[in-house]
Every structure is written in C-alpha cells, then in structure tokens.
C-alpha cells in the first residue's frame, strides 16, 4: 500500500522555521514530481511548491517565494519543505504530493496532477 507520510509540523512564533518531511513507502518517488499543498480551516487546498522528478527545477506559489525551499533525496525517498521567516497567514494543514505521471518536463501545480496524498501534518504560526 502506498503511504506518504509527513512530520515536522508544529507550532512556532512568526518568523521562526521550520523543516517539514515527507517518507514514501511501497513506492519510489525517484520517477515522480513531488509537491506540497496547504489547507487553512475554511479554505480550499491550495500548492505551494514543486520539485522534479530529479530535483534540478522547483517552482513555488508567490506567498511564499523566497521564504520556503522544496528538495529531495530520492536516495532516501523523502522529500522536505524548508520554511523560513514564517507568517501567521502560513498557519495550515500541510499536504505532500506525488504526480500521477512520470518522468514528466514540468513540475504540477494543481491538484489534479497528483494521484497520491499524505495525511498532513498542522503548521501553527503564532504572532
């Protein structure tokens, strides 16, 4: 069965960091764009960043450009986001994502690209 599992998340005062995870098991990443999408209470789930499938181009959502930093090592299956100068506004469940293709030339930035899902992992950002 297919798992991908985030950690990392929590609770941190505004401008602090922090370093989200995402471990896939029973499936290889290596051929897969990889992507994080957020979901704040109310809201629709919307992305964040992409990487592809061997890591040389990212793309990332205008919020939260400059500030957060997607990578992956495909040796260990994991990919992470780096959050930095965090913001209230960043408060959300965190979702990573793997494409429904692979080897693709562009990194998804829609849902709909992606067929497998973690569980979230909450981001609290507190003033």
């Known amino acids: 069965q297919v798992q991908l599992v985030e950690s990392g998340g929590g609770l941190v005062q505004a401008w602090g960091s922090l370093r989200l995870s995402c471990a896939a098991s029973?499936?290889?990443?290596?051929?897969?764009?990889m992507g994080w999408f957020r979901q704040a209470p109310g809201k629709e789930r919307d992305f964040v960043a992409a990487?592809?499938?061997?890591?040389?181009?990212?793309v990332y959502a205008d919020p939260v450009k400059g500030r957060f930093t997607i990578s992956r090592n495909n040796a260990k299956n994991t990919v992470y986001l780096q959050m930095d100068s965090l913001k209230p506004e960043d408060t959300a469940v965190y979702y990573c994502?793997?494409?429904?293709?692979?080897?693709?030339?562009?990194?998804?930035?829609?849902?709909?690209?992606?067929?497998?899902w973690g569980q979230g992992t909450q981001v609290t950002v507190s003033t």
């Open positions: 990487i592809s499938w061997g890591g040389g181009r990212t």
């Open positions: 994502a793997a494409d429904r293709s692979m080897f693709t030339a562009t990194e998804p930035t829609t849902r709909g690209a992606y067929d497998f």
């Open positions: 029973e499936f290889t990443i290596s051929t897969r764009a």
